[in-house]
Nanobody, 119 residues
Framework: QVQLVESGGGLVQAGGSLRLSCAAS????????MGWFRQCPDKEREFVAS????????NYADSVKGRFTISRDNAKNMVYLQMNSLKPEDTGVYYC????????????WGQGTQVTVSS
């Protein structure tokens, strides 16, 4: 099992920045692909960004490309999401997730952290 705990959410003005962190414990973190998802008000949960187990491959949703950066530190069992130039439509609950590389679905989820961007 893997436990994931997000932190770093909060209230920020449009144009501002936040850095989300995800602390992992349990099975070997460095073998997992990791991702960030979000659920915006009145919308379904959506993909934001992902990073491969060694960090060589990164993918982003079109809506966040050029503004958000995903990274990981396997020595610290941490994943990060740096969010710049935030917009009100980025408001939502952000979730950290992990998956075994051989699978496409994410099996491990954190409890989420709230991000609110005011206009």
């Amino acid at each position: 099992q893997v436990q994931l705990v997000e932190s770093g959410g909060g209230l920020v003005q449009a144009g501002g920045s936040l850095r989300l962190s995800c602390a992992a414990s349990g099975r070997t973190f460095s073998s997992l692909g990791m991702g960030w998802f979000r659920q915006c008000p009145d919308k379904e949960r959506e993909f934001v960004a992902s990073i491969s187990w060694r960090g060589a491959l990164r993918n982003y949703a079109d809506s966040v490309k050029g503004r958000f950066t995903i990274s990981r530190d396997n020595a610290k069992n941490m994943v990060y999401l740096q969010m710049n130039s935030l917009k009100p439509e980025d408001t939502g609950v952000y979730y950290c997730a992990g998956r075994v590389p051989s699978k496409s679905d994410y099996d491990y989820w954190g409890q989420g952290t709230q991000v609110t961007v005011s206009s």
